[in-house]
């Protein structure tokens, strides 16, 4: 993913006040492959909105993601000082990990990525009462393996439950990142992870 961005923008995703963590997906059996062995995050049962999630794989990965944010609050960050995204399945990934497990993170974002209709996600958020992190998610709108609708989709049930949203559409887009959708992360990081006034101030 850091090369990747690096290529989209002509430069690494730096800021002079966050420090950024690529975590990177293990090698495991991925059903809509035929079981062939990739670098994904989770299993599915096939490649569609409209089918279970498979939370098994899901949950073992949201406690060793866990064990990464852990770490960083061990270290003196502050967990509202922290966001969590990605893209596609790790868009996926993020929005599990902070709205079923991480309510108090600083905000999420999900790039081309999508929540199963009947999501542990949402049922989660039906039970929760407190404050929720803020979704950022961008989607291109000729994106043919994940679909922009359900995208969409995604945006509008998590926004009935109770999340601050902002949805931005991608025209011509695919599965892809653009250079438009990362100057725009950007500038929605800053806003949720601005300098600290004593740094400021100092």
Request: proline share 5%; glycine share 6%; with cysteine.
């Amino acid at each position: 993913m850091r090369t990747w961005i690096k290529q989209v923008l002509n430069q690494d995703l730096t800021f002079q006040h966050i420090k950024i963590i690529y975590p990177t997906a293990p090698p495991r059996p991925y059903t809509p492959m035929r079981g062939r062995t990739t670098n994904v995050w989770f299993d599915r049962f096939k490649i569609s909105n409209d089918c279970p999630e498979h939370l098994e794989s899901i949950n073992v990965m949201c406690k060793v993601l866990t064990d990464l944010i852990d770490d960083e609050v061990k270290n003196g960050i502050m967990k509202n000082r922290i966001l969590v995204g990605g893209f596609s399945m790790g868009g996926c990934m993020a929005m599990h990990l902070a709205y079923r497990n991480h309510q108090d993170v600083a905000g999420v974002f999900a790039l081309s990525s999508f929540l199963n209709k009947t999501s542990a996600v949402y049922q989660a958020l039906e039970e929760s009462e407190g404050a929720l992190p803020e979704l950022f998610q961008c989607h291109g709108t000729t994106d043919e393996l994940v679909p922009h609708s359900w995208g969409e989709e995604t945006n509008w049930t998590l926004q009935s439950l109770g999340v601050s949203t902002k949805f931005h559409s991608l025209p011509g887009v695919y599965h892809e990142l653009s250079r438009a959708e990362l100057e725009r992360l950007k500038l929605w990081i800053l806003e949720k992870l601005p300098e600290e006034m004593e740094k400021q101030n100092a």
